[in-house]
């Protein structure tokens, strides 16, 4: 006797599957684009970081905002999509940069 309800829960399943791994794919991806502006934040700390160093080595004080390093030593921050903090606590000490996504 033949019997189409096999098929049909075979059909089923298959579209099940289908799902799962769409929503997979979008949680793999959905993740790196966190992850690559965390990597992003990271690099602009560092960039302001190293500025300051520089600032420090040439000038021998630490610079006391960060628009003086965008002025005088061509830095340039994506204030964009970040917010950049820079305290300068003393012109001998290194400052406390922190970046956050906006």
């Known amino acids: 006797m033949y019997s189409d309800r096999p098929m049909k829960q075979k059909s089923w ?11 997979a794919v979008l949680l793999m991806f959905s993740g790196r684009g966190r992850d690559l502006s965390d990597s992003n934040a990271v690099a ?4 302001v970081q190293r500025g ?6 040439v000038e021998g004080a630490y610079p006391p905002n960060l628009e003086y390093l965008e002025d005088n030593y061509g830095l340039h921050v994506n204030t964009a999509d970040f917010y950049v903090t820079y ?13 956050t996504r906006k």
């Open 13 to 23: 399943i298959l579209w099940l599957l289908l799902i799962l791994l769409a929503a």
């Open 44 to 47: 602009i700390r560092e960039a």
């Open 52 to 57: 300051a160093l520089q600032c420090y080595v």
């Open 87 to 99: 305290e300068a606590f003393a012109s001998n000490l290194p400052p406390t940069v922190r970046v």
